[in-house]
Each structure stands twice: as C-alpha cells, then as structure tokens.
C-alpha cells in the first residue's frame, strides 16, 4: 500500500511570511497527527485528528499554526507568521484506528510517519 | 505526564561489535513501547514494537523486551553493521489514556565506522 504522503518536502521562507503543508495519509486510516521535530530532538505532537474532528491539539501554537482536516482524509498545516524557532521537519503520520476503541487495545496501534517537510526560516 | 528517556548519544561503533541503547519510561497506564529509526535525509521508520509487558519485539536484528519491572525497553542488536548509521528513537504509545499519540525520547545518534 502506498504510504504516508507529504509536500513539500522542502522550504526556506523569511521571518514573518506564511508556509502550508500538505498531508495526504494512507489509505483508510481514520487518524492523521502531525509532529515537530526540531534538530537534535524528538518529534513532538502539534496536533491529532480523528477523521476530520480533532482529538489533541494542546501543543499547538495557536497564534500562529493552524491545521485543518476538511474531508477527514487530507490535511494541511499552515504557519503564520512564521518565526525562526520554527525551523523543524514538519511530520506527517497515520494510524488505521482511533485507540481509545477498546478492540483495538490489544493490536499496537502502529503509526506510520511521511518523509516530512524539512522548513528553514531566515 | 508520561516521558521516554533514552541515553545520550552519540554513539560510535566498529562493524560487527554489539549494540545496546538504553530506554525507560514513565507511565501511568499500559503502554506500547515502540524504536523509531531515521536514516540520514528521511522520515521516521516503524523498527520495532511491543504492546505488553515481557513481548520482545524484533525486525532485521534488533530485539527489545518490554520490561515493566525496571520499566525499561532497551534495543540491542549483536553485530552491527555501517548500514544502521542512523538515529534511534524510543517511544511510548498509551492508547486508551492518551489517544494513540506518540511520545518520544530525543534520540540516539548511532555511527557505524568500518
């Protein structure tokens, strides 16, 4: 099957302009996160969708970022303004299940991750 | 909260000698414990998994024991090779507490000299 898809894979922007990242999950899979990962850290969840409603997203900031997952299958990331901090891989991953179904406790939920969207701010 | 915290990297080996990277965890449920690998350039790939506690997961040399006595999920592989020079994440998923979300430690770096 094919896998967890994002664009772009790169972008270099200037302090204070805006950015928007594309995911596209595998699938039939019900949720879809997006991760930070700063360099020489780990990942780090922004925001975590259940079809199209959102489930998490308390590390979000939301002055700035915003996501949105219209069709329950797509979804984007926008950052505006942007500032320096946020240079980082942006990730986009997917799992088949929402984990809080009981007869799904007992299968490893496995998350699957994209290549991720590699973002400079200068 | 829930936390992972995984040794300091980096690490430097000669190929073929044995590797172990340290993992333990904090949590207040039952979590999965997962390895995370990203080669240079890529994304994160899915290693290894292990839903509960004495499951040893194991995929292309590395094995890891969900140890929930010393709450501990290390990754060990016997013989190493200059192909698995990558960074190692270790993970902790609390599916029924936290919706599924993965939480990570901050990486190893591993370096396999010939």
């Known amino acids: 099957e094919a896998g967890v898809a994002q664009s772009p894979r790169y972008k270099i922007i200037e302090k204070r302009q805006s950015v928007a990242f594309w995911c596209n999950p595998i699938?039939?899979?019900?949720?879809l996160y997006w991760y930070q990962q700063i360099l020489g850290q780990g990942p780090k969840l922004l925001i975590q969708f259940q079809n199209n409603g959102v489930v998490d997203d308390s590390q979000l900031p939301k002055d700035r970022f915003s996501a949105e997952r219209l069709k329950g299958v797509d979804s984007t990331l926008k950052i505006q303004p942007a500032k320096l901090e946020d240079s980082a891989v942006y990730l986009c991953?997917?799992?088949?299940?929402?984990?809080?179904?009981?007869?799904?406790?007992?299968?490893?939920?496995?998350?699957?991750f994209g290549e991720g969207s590699w973002l400079t701010v200068v | 909260g829930d936390s992972v915290t995984q040794m300091e990297g980096p690490v430097t080996l000669s190929e073929e000698a044995f590797l172990t990277i340290n993992c333990t965890y904090t949590?207040?449920?039952?979590?999965?414990l997962f390895w995370y690998v990203q080669y240079p350039g890529e994304g994160l790939q899915l290693l290894l998994k292990?839903?509960?506690?004495?499951d040893k997961g194991s995929n292309k040399g590395f094995e890891a024991t969900y140890r929930k006595e010393t709450t501990s999920f290390h990754l060990e592989k016997g013989s190493v090779q200059v192909s698995d020079s990558a960074v190692y994440f270790c993970?902790?998923?609390?599916?029924?507490?936290?919706?599924?979300?993965?939480?990570f430690g901050q990486g190893t770096e591993l370096s396999v000299k010939p």
């Open positions: 292990a839903t509960k506690a004495d």
């Open positions: 991953a997917s799992s088949r299940y929402f984990t809080r179904d009981v007869g799904s406790l007992s299968s490893g939920n496995t998350i699957y």
């Open positions: 949590a207040t449920g039952y979590p999965s």
């Open positions: 993970a902790l998923s609390d599916g029924y507490n936290q919706g599924g979300k993965l939480i």
């Open positions: 699938s039939g899979h019900a949720t």
